[in-house]
């Protein structure tokens, strides 16, 4: 439905609730590829590491365009029902046909087949995926314009993002054992997967809006924009810290299953962990919330990567001897700390865009956002890459006890290299300009420019 600019800042709850179901989808779908796809492909489907890692880069090259165009197109899209919302009821079957063909089994065919056929669906998916995830994350700064209700909204977001990721990590692999386990287990739980995936979109694009006087044409040619991007310095500052901070959580993530297997041997505490985890990061969200109303969101930032650094410590230092409330105690400290250092990052987007139109008039969320998601996407297929061809070369044999230096390997893959792409996160973060004071500025000067605008 189409709003007028004069729509209230403030959203209703239910608005908020039902919003954060689209990133409740998304998250669910990336994080089970993160946390479980790799070990499918390595322990079910019997695929070399160096070759799982390479799965997601694939699709990634593949979708190397499709984020930034998507987003130039919902920019540019003028329909009844909108710029952005349209693309919710275009994207969602594909999005979860798509899914499930990810988990199918092709355990019998050689490996050249295995590849080529992951590979392949996963990179159709990704597609699917941005025509829903881009045109939903450019709404944000449409939804709420100001500077607190964009963090209110994302921390609406991050909850429903949290609980798809939860699902993914506690629910997927004993459903897989409900449904026989093996191959075809996991293959049952796919299908059920991506019917649940399409359920929520269509009371999204019911229950959202489109602001009046935010639908503005782009008059610059679209690598003309990319340009303007790279060159604009809040998004570049925001990029890097977002993109180091993604790297980390991305590397993690795709090693938690095999630290917990193969270097604490208790490949049963994976779900508890992890579950517990989750639920520190959705029970911190409220405090950074309320802090956010005090302290600007570079400032959270930074007191969130190095609470999660302190966990990555937990992780280095466990050993298999260790109590199983040690390994909890650091997974709640390392949730405090993702909850800021993953959440505030898009909150923050919508300032950079609105410091954008003000510097250039122009009002290209899409692009942005598109942007934005491309490099995350990019940055963490790479890392995975990167890790699991490491994975590879130090050894690695699926279902099999590990040497040393795999053990090692998983370890350093686990807690020491994440751990050093946050704080790197964290030095890029002091440079980032805009503030709450500053973005108050801009907000006054675009309120009297479109009144200038509208009259004329």
Same mark, same amino acid.
């Given at each position: 439905m189409? =709003?007028?600019?004069?729509? +209230?800042?403030v959203l209703?709850?239910?608005?908020?609730?039902?919003?954060?179901l689209?990133?409740h989808?998304?998250n669910? =779908?990336?994080s089970s590829?993160?946390?479980?796809?790799?070990f499918?492909?390595?322990?079910?489907?019997?695929?070399?590491?160096?070759?799982?890692?390479?799965?997601p880069?694939?699709?990634? =090259?593949?979708?190397?365009?499709?984020?930034?165009l998507?987003?130039?197109?919902?920019?540019?899209?003028? @329909?009844?029902a909108?710029?952005?919302r349209?693309?919710?009821?275009?994207?969602?079957?594909p999005?979860?046909?798509?899914?499930?063909?990810?988990?199918?089994?092709?355990?019998?065919?050689?490996?050249?087949?295995q590849?080529?056929?992951?590979?392949?669906?996963?990179?159709?998916?990704?597609?699917?995926?941005?025509?829903?995830?881009v045109?939903?994350?450019?709404?944000i700064? #449409?939804?709420a314009?100001?500077?607190?209700?964009?963090?209110?909204?994302?921390?609406f977001?991050?909850?429903?993002a949290i609980?798809?990721?939860?699902v993914?990590?506690?629910?997927?692999?004993?459903?897989v054992e409900?449904?026989?386990?093996?191959?075809?287990?996991?293959?049952?739980?796919?299908?059920?997967?991506?019917?649940?995936?399409?359920?929520?979109?269509?009371?999204?694009?019911? +229950?959202t809006?489109?602001r009046?006087?935010?639908?503005?044409?782009?008059?610059?040619?679209?690598f003309?924009?990319?340009?303007a991007l790279?060159?604009h310095p809040?998004y570049?500052?925001?990029t890097?810290?977002?993109?180091?901070?993604r790297?980390?959580?991305?590397l993690?993530?795709?090693?938690?299953?095999?630290?917990f297997?193969?270097?604490?041997?208790?490949? #049963?505490?994976?779900?508890?962990?992890l579950?517990?985890? @989750?639920?520190?990061?959705?029970?911190?969200?409220? @405090?950074?919330?309320?802090?956010s109303?005090?302290?600007d969101?570079?400032?959270i930032?930074?007191l969130?990567?190095?609470?999660?650094?302190?966990?990555?410590?937990?992780?280095?230092?466990?050993?298999?001897?260790?109590?199983?409330?040690?390994i909890?105690v650091? =997974?709640?400290?390392?949730?405090?700390?993702?909850?800021a250092a993953?959440?505030?990052?898009? +909150?923050?987007?919508?300032e950079?865009v609105? #410091?954008?139109?003000?510097?250039t008039?122009?009002?290209?969320?899409?692009l942005?956002?598109?942007l934005?998601?491309?490099?995350?996407?990019?940055?963490?297929?790479?890392?995975?890459?990167?890790?699991?061809?490491?994975?590879?070369?130090?050894?690695?044999?699926a279902?099999?006890?590990?040497? #040393?230096?795999?053990?090692?390997?998983i370890r350093?893959?686990?807690?020491?290299?994440?751990a050093?792409?946050?704080?790197?996160?964290?030095?890029?973060?002091?440079?980032?300009p805009?503030?709450r004071?500053?973005?108050?500025?801009?907000?006054?000067?675009?309120?009297?420019?479109?009144a200038?605008?509208a009259r004329?």
């Open positions: 189409d =709003a007028p600019s004069g729509r +209230s800042d209703p709850i239910r608005m908020k609730l039902i919003y954060a689209g990133d989808t998304v669910l =779908a990336l590829l993160l946390f479980l796809y790799p499918f492909l390595t322990d079910v489907i019997g695929l070399r590491a160096g070759l799982a890692g390479l799965v880069l694939v699709g990634r =090259a593949v979708d190397a365009f499709s984020d930034p998507m987003g130039r197109l919902s920019d540019a899209t003028r @329909l009844r909108g710029r952005r349209p693309y919710f009821l275009i994207g969602m079957l999005f979860g046909v798509l899914y499930a063909a990810l988990w199918a089994d092709r355990s019998g065919a050689g490996e050249a087949a590849f080529a056929y992951y590979a392949g669906v996963y990179a159709v998916f990704v597609v699917a995926m941005t025509v829903l995830s045109p939903y994350l450019a709404l700064p #449409e939804l314009p100001s500077y607190q209700e964009r963090t209110s909204v994302n921390v977001r991050a909850a429903g609980c798809g990721t939860l993914a990590a506690t629910a997927m692999r004993p459903l409900l449904f026989g386990g093996g191959p075809r287990g996991w293959a049952s739980v796919g299908l059920a997967a991506g019917l649940y995936l399409v359920l929520p979109w269509p009371f999204l694009f019911r +229950s809006f489109e009046g006087g935010y639908s503005r044409p782009s008059q610059q040619p679209f003309a924009s990319l340009l790279a060159r809040a570049r500052s925001l890097g810290l977002f993109l180091l901070g790297i980390a959580i991305d993690a993530s795709t090693m938690f299953l095999y630290y297997t193969y270097w604490l041997a208790r490949p #049963e505490d994976f779900g508890p962990t579950g517990l985890f @989750l639920l520190s990061v959705v029970a911190a969200l409220p @405090l950074w919330l309320r802090i109303r005090h302290v969101k570079r400032t930032f930074l969130g990567a190095a609470s999660w650094v302190g966990s990555q410590s937990f992780l280095l230092a466990a050993t298999p001897e260790w109590p199983r409330l040690w909890f650091g =997974a709640a400290i390392g949730g405090v700390g993702y909850a993953d959440m505030i990052p898009w +909150s923050m987007l919508g950079v609105d #410091e954008d139109e003000f510097t008039g122009e009002r290209r969320e899409g942005y956002f598109g934005f998601t491309f490099l995350r996407k990019l940055g963490g297929a790479s890392a995975v890459a990167i890790g699991l061809g490491v994975l590879d070369l130090s050894g690695f044999v279902n099999q006890p590990q040497s #040393e230096t795999t053990l090692t390997t350093a893959l686990t807690a020491v290299v994440p050093v792409f946050v704080v790197l996160g964290a030095w890029v973060a002091r440079g980032y805009l503030t004071a500053r973005h108050a500025e801009i907000l006054a000067a675009l309120a009297v420019r479109r200038a605008g004329g």
